[in-house]
């Protein structure tokens, strides 16, 4: 039965403002690697991934679109005909999830109906918790509460994570779930079993 897997092919599209960290996240996700001063993308990057879930091999077509600016305008040729699309933004700056909420709003518009959209706030490593003396529960550096993402992603139908890219925290999990709302894909999200390139 493992002999005739069938892939299916993913095209994928990453969008958020500059130094989110889309392609750190990337990058964890294809060579499991951190590079710490990377140098913002130009244009757009293209990276490919294979992950082989339980009864089929997954290609993921990665389009890893620049934050900046002045290359707003050429991320609709990316995210035309997208399957998926990677919403980042920074969990210690709300400004960023406020461009991460417009993107999602553009994408609804004009982009593939069917398109899965997943909402992801990285850079959870730089949130430290704390309690203060009334027993209170806090987190210094987070500007953006997880409640208030997660209510947001659930009033707008979108898939929710929060990640590391640079420990590896729930990136995978990203992908994987992608992965498995892939129609005709019959995939659970534990099933995932390997990784190649």
Known sequence: MSSNLKTVNVKLVLLGETTTGKSSLVLRFVNNDFQENK???IGAA???????????KIKFEIWDVSGHQR?????????RNAQAAIVVY??????????????????????NPNIIIAL???KIDLVQPYEDESGE???????????EAKAYTLEA????FETSAKNGDGVRDVFVEIGTKQPGSFLLSTSLVAKGK
């Open 120 to 122: 992801v706030g990285n």
């Open 39 to 41: 140098e913002s993308t």
């Open 90 to 111: 920074d969990v210690t700056k709300a400004v960023s999830f406020v461009r991460a909420k417009s993107l999602v709003k553009e994408l609804k518009r004009q982009a």
């Open 71 to 79: 290359f707003h305008s050429l991320a609709p040729m990316y995210y």
């Open 137 to 147: 529960y806090g987190e210094y550096g987070r500007q953006v509460p997880t409640e």
């Open 157 to 160: 139908g979108l898939l929710f």
């Open 46 to 56: 293209f990276l490919t991934q294979k992950c082989r879930l339980e009864d089929n």
